[in-house]
């Protein structure tokens, strides 16, 4: 099924939104449906008409309300405001089954209305052909009659869309598509057929008699081509679709009574909490209230081991639970979890456009006037030889010349240019999916086989990010007071070493004491008030401690260092360590095998950072220690200054988003749900760096796959069309009949 998206800038439209809906509508013959992107959608049926219920006075928290089909509506709701159930009380309407909202269901839709049309038009087609070619008695006139009724049908019912959406791109978009190629081709034989049969009912035949039996075959032809274009792309698309993660029924929990509720999971709404029984998948993204379980996370981790779950973790949708029951407290909605984040990422990758795909579609719309002009050309040289070499009449040759021409019309494929990309992009997307990466750009999938440098981030990154307290160090009296301030100023932060202590101190029974007005300085900690003195906990350097025997000590250790200060007097300081991917060391070594360079930026001292740096072979120069976000670009930028580098920066955190946009190609190591807020090219979602070796292979495999359409689609199209236009039969010979199959 086609697709379009667009934005439209509301303030600045000279014409109000429902006219500009109308109008495209008009020109494109597509249906337009606005989209609001803040809020949740509920697709809903409705009894009476669509169009009195979209426009009516809708409840506080609507934003939108839109016509999607003769008895459907999508509503765009804020789900702070109103949520689902409550919505639905008080509309008039009821949700739509879950299998409707599915894209693929949809695809799957079109697929059949394809098919049926098809079948129909093989259905019509055949008994023109026998009436056309099988050795029956001489009855011409009925015949005729019975091919010149199917072929109406088949002109009328099966090729009729092509008619409308040719003269569309004519006229608004002044563009000559395939279907005006169909569209010239299918009616120059089939008004040719009727005029000759008329002559024959008349008893004055042609020379050349009517042959129905082309347009019909063309038609079904086409409609078959169509079809199977569409049961393929309609399989690319399942093939990435993460819908079937899904649970479409959840186990709403009344804490007040102890009941369990089955409702659709789309109602849903803040503040729900949602049962989860053994062999369950998880609705939506949530955190565990009461009970223990283990849940399959393989879906996003890839490890097939499950996932211990207990009071306080975090569940994420389509994780699909073992033995345990547990109550979960739902984070997220359904239509805006780790899920659809997933779902919405893919659908935006199927949208991407390389810098191929335009020299592609620049060829292509040149390509259908080239094709006219060659079927003028044809047309002109089979009446020469029809008049020259054949020694025919005028209209004979003009009949003969004009079936070569219609068949060297009928027979070329821009289309086979025009999907010699977006193909591949579709099942390039599917494949680098089931191996746990997205991609967000195009530049990711066509540019990933010419790296030369590969640029790692080293906490989160090459390491696990999660770090464990091994030295603690105390400037005062070891007691309440720093670790209380260490917790009210760190409880809070996602970053790995504050989150970290943090943990630690809470497990030793710490309370945190109250930190005003904390804010996060990226490369170098945090900062926040207590008691009107200024609290800070970050790395020695920006705190001026580096030089303290302890803090070298733990440096020289190899240890990350946390240091705390109250008004710039230290008062504890932490030494923590990170474990290594366990593939780290593995995907290293091939990357070097394929002789490209590896790069360690890190925020972290020397120490640590060159002790990991010696561990994975990386020489020195290679290796940068206490990196700000902004020398981590600059390291990248300078790579970039030699035209033949191509840069791919690996990072995970958001002090890495400089550097992540600033390289040719920024891949962001996604951990838990938070794989859209990026400013990457493509995301990891699984804590495998093996994913950097996938996507380098994937775009090896596009590049070769789509050089290889164009020259399939190049070879295919000059062959047909020389063989189309005669130029394989030899000019004295050939009936009508053989030209007709041309």
């Not at 639905?88 to 799957?108: F, G, W």
């Not at 093939?239 to 509720?261: D, V």
């Not at 620049?362 to 047309?379: K, M």
């Not at 990357?591 to 020397?606: A, C, E, F, T, V």
């Amino acid at each position: 099924m086609e697709q379009v998206q667009f934005d439209l800038d509301v303030s600045n439209s000279a014409l109000p939104v429902d006219e500009v809906v109308s109008c495209i509508e008009k020109m494109t013959g597509f249906t337009c449906v606005r989209v609001i992107k803040s809020g949740q959608d509920l697709e809903v049926f409705v009894e009476g008409s669509v169009q009195d219920f979209v426009s009516q006075e809708l409840p506080f928290g609507v934003t939108c309300a839109a016509a999607i089909g003769k008895h459907t509506a999508r509503i765009t709701y804020d789900p702070s405001v109103i949520g689902a159930r409550d919505l639905l009380s008080k509309l008039s309407a009821t949700l739509t089954s879950p299998e409707s909202c599915s894209k693929v269901s949809k695809d799957t839709a079109h697929f059949r209305r394809m098919l049926l049309i098809t079948i129909l038009s093989v259905v019509l087609t055949i008994p023109v052909l026998v009436l056309a070619w099988a050795p029956l008695p001489e009855y011409p006139i009925v015949y005729g009659s019975i091919s010149l009724a199917l072929a109406t049908v088949i002109q009328i019912a099966v090729a009729g869309p092509f008619y409308p959406n040719a003269l569309k791109s004519l006229i608004y978009a002044r563009m000559i598509e395939v279907d005006l190629l169909i569209v010239l081709s299918t009616s120059a034989a089939y008004v040719y057929s009727v005029i000759a049969f008329a002559y024959e009912v008349n008893h004055t035949p042609l020379a050349t008699g009517e042959f129905f039996e082309t347009s019909t075959l063309l038609v079904t032809l086409i409609m078959a081509g169509r079809t199977v274009s569409t049961y393929s792309r309609r399989k690319a698309m399942k093939t990435i679709s993460i819908e079937s993660l899904r649970a479409s029924k959840a186990l709403l929990f009344h804490p007040e009574s102890n009941e369990i509720e089955e409702i659709d999971a789309r109602l849903l709404q803040y503040g729900d909490r949602f049962k989860l029984l053994p062999d369950m998948k998880v609705v939506t993204d949530g955190i565990v209230e009461t009970g223990e379980t283990e849940l399959d996370e393989s879906m996003i981790t890839g490890e097939p081991i499950p996932v211990s779950k207990f009071k306080g973790s975090t569940v994420i949708a389509g994780s699909v639970n073992s033995f345990g029951t547990i109550v979960v407290k739902l984070t997220r909605l359904p239509g805006e979890n780790f899920i659809s984040d997933i779902s919405n990422m893919l659908e935006k990758a199927n949208f991407i456009k390389p810098k191929v795909q335009d020299v592609a579609n620049r060829f292509a719309s040149y390509f259908t006037p080239f094709i006219l002009i060659i079927t003028l050309l044809v047309f002109v040289i089979w009446i020469a030889i029809g008049k020259t070499i054949r020694h025919e009449s005028t209209a004979t040759a003009a009949i003969s010349a004009m079936t070569y021409a219609i068949s060297a019309l009928i027979v070329s494929c821009p289309c086979a240019i025009g999907l010699a990309v977006p193909m591949v992009v579709v099942v390039a997307g599917g494949v680098a999916a089931k191996h746990g990466v997205i991609f967000k750009s195009a530049s990711a999938i066509e540019i990933a086989r010419k790296v030369t440098h590969v640029v790692f981030d080293k906490t989160g990154t090459l390491t696990q990010g999660k770090f464990s307290v091994v030295r603690e160090v105390y400037t005062v009296e070891k007691g309440l007071l720093p670790d209380s301030m260490a917790m009210g100023l760190m409880s809070n932060s996602k970053h790995p070493v504050a989150s970290a202590i943090a943990a630690h101190l809470k497990r030793k029974g710490n309370t945190a004491a109250k930190v005003d007005d904390t804010i996060s300085l990226a490369g170098k900690g945090m900062e926040g008030t207590w008691n009107e003195h200024v609290v800070r906990a970050g790395n020695p350097q920006w705190l001026n401690l580096e030089n303290l025997p302890v803090v070298q000590d733990l440096f020289s250790s190899g240890l990350t260092v946390l240091c705390l200060c109250l008004d710039n007097d230290p008062l504890a300081i932490f030494g923590l360590e990170d474990s290594l991917r366990p593939d780290a060391t593995e995907v290293i070594t091939r990357l070097q095998r394929r002789n490209i360079s590896i790069s360690l930026l890190s925020g972290d001292n020397h120490a640590a950072v060159h002790s990991l740096a010696r561990r994975l072979n990386l020489p020195d120069s290679h290796v940068r220690a206490q990196c700000s976000p902004a020398d981590k670009q600059h390291y990248v930028r300078a790579l970039l200054d030699s035209p033949k580098h191509t840069v791919l920066f690996c990072g995970d955190g958001t002090n890495d988003a400089v550097a992540l946009a600033q390289a040719s190609i920024g891949l962001h190591m996604s951990e838990g749900t938070d794989v859209a807020s990026n400013a990457a090219d493509a995301v990891l979602l699984r804590p495998a760096l093996s994913g950097i070796l996938v996507l380098m292979d994937l775009s090896a495999a596009f590049h070769r796959r789509v050089c290889f359409n164009f020259f399939w689609a190049f070879v295919y199209n000059v062959f047909a069309i020389l063989l189309a236009g005669g130029a394989f039969r030899a000019a004295c010979g050939g009936d009508r009949d053989a030209v007709a199959l041309e």
